[in-house]
């Protein structure tokens, strides 16, 4: 990336190097908000037979810092946006480009909340939703997303065999962007909400308001014992998934019933083994069902 160039935040407020432009939303490690951290439980994949690393993209007129990983070698790959948790782009969302990479997909992680300020600067969840995810509007994660496939478009991948994963609150947007993008073949939902957002203004429609309107269908991975995402609302966004769009009809549930939130989170005390183990196994049978 050459020397050190400034790069003016969204709203004008601070200025950063390049490089710190990248680390504010590439993260080394973990994320300090996910604390408590249990690093030596986390699954660690290596780089062998993969390009690896950061790359950056325009979007609208902002550059936007993503992790990618794809084959070394092998034609043209398909793509999954892989979009984090609310403590973005850290070692475990890496980790999990990687994993899809040595299965042969080209993943990119956007740094999405880049413009709103540094996630590894809070300490807690609270904090970091306050100051960061409650100011990131949906309209703005939808177009980086746009972005990062045309990205991937110019690193040779094949956009014709698209799809998108997410994690938290990445899970929510999942359900957003498979009603935005037409294109899009499959979409994968990771214990994300469906009823509400963190902003009414800047989060305005929830997964269950773009049920009837899906592009391409979405198998939703959810927790028994998740506090956070009542079975009832699944139940409900069930409910209309069967009465919408084709790929509408064609989504799914797995719900593992003495699963937390977070339950794939392989740093966290919310992991479960197994069931994270047979959601990963569901979520590649997904993709090659739909023809990815």
Known sequence: MGGVEEVNSLHGAETLTRRGFIQAGIGC???????PILAQQAIRTPETGLVAGTV?????????????????????????????????VHEYIQDVCRRLALQGYYAIAPAFFVRQGDVNAYATSAELIQNVIAKTPDAQVLSDIDAS?????????????????????????VWLYAAHN????????????????????????????????????????????DAGIPLET???????????????????????????????????????????????????????????
């Not at 084709?246 to 005390?269: G, T």
């Open 182 to 225: 037409p294109a899009l073949k499959a979409g994968v939902a990771w214990y994300g909400r469906l009823v509400s957002g963190f902003d009414p203004v800047l989060q305005p429609r929830q997964p269950l308001d773009v049920a009837l309107q899906l592009h391409a269908p979405v198998l939703g991975l959810y927790g028994g014992k």
């Open 149 to 173: 496939v045309n990205w991937a478009r110019h690193e040779g991948a094949d956009l014709s065999r698209l799809a998108i994963t997410g994690f938290c609150w990445g899970g929510r947007i």
């Open 56 to 88: 950056e993209f325009a979007s609208g007129k902002d550059l936007i810092p993503a992790y990618r990983a794809r084959p070394a070698t092998g034609g043209r790959p398909p793509v999954v946006v892989v979009v984090s948790e609310i403590f973005g």
């Open 234 to 292: 699944v139940e409900r966004m069930r409910g209309l998934l069967a009465t919408g769009s084709a790929a509408s009809k064609a989504s799914e549930f797995v719900v593992f019933p003495d699963a937390p939130h977070a339950f794939h989170a392989d740093y966290r005390a919310s992991y479960r083994k197994e069931a994270a183990e047979e959601a990963w196994i569901r979520l590649m049978a997904w993709l090659k069902k739909h023809g990815i």
């Open 29 to 35: 490690g973990f994320a300090t908000a996910a604390a």
